[in-house]
């Protein structure tokens, strides 16, 4: 018996190859992605009152601080 190739085992030349699967992080593996959750923190900080905001502005860059520093 031979190992050629039959043309239904053969890539087609010139198709894209199917790119890998990324790898899980932490935020897909919890079903939450951080970026996503930070956004709506910004969302919700700049309808706060002005005397709010700084507070919480500084809240979400020390989270924001934490999870880049993680990375």
Do not use: C, F, I, Y
């Not at 239904?8 to 890998?20: E, H, L, M």
């Not at 790898?23 to 910004?42: D, F, I, M, Q, Y």
């Amino acid at each position: 018996m031979t190992d050629a190739p039959t043309p239904g085992n053969r890539p087609t030349p010139g198709a894209p190859t199917p790119a890998p699967a990324p790898a899980p992080t932490p935020g897909s593996v919890n079903k939450e992605v951080p970026a996503e959750a930070w956004k709506r923190g910004l969302a919700e900080t700049a309808e706060a009152p002005a005397a709010e905001r700084h507070t919480a502005l500084s809240a979400l860059l020390d989270d924001l601080e934490t999870q880049v520093g993680s990375l």
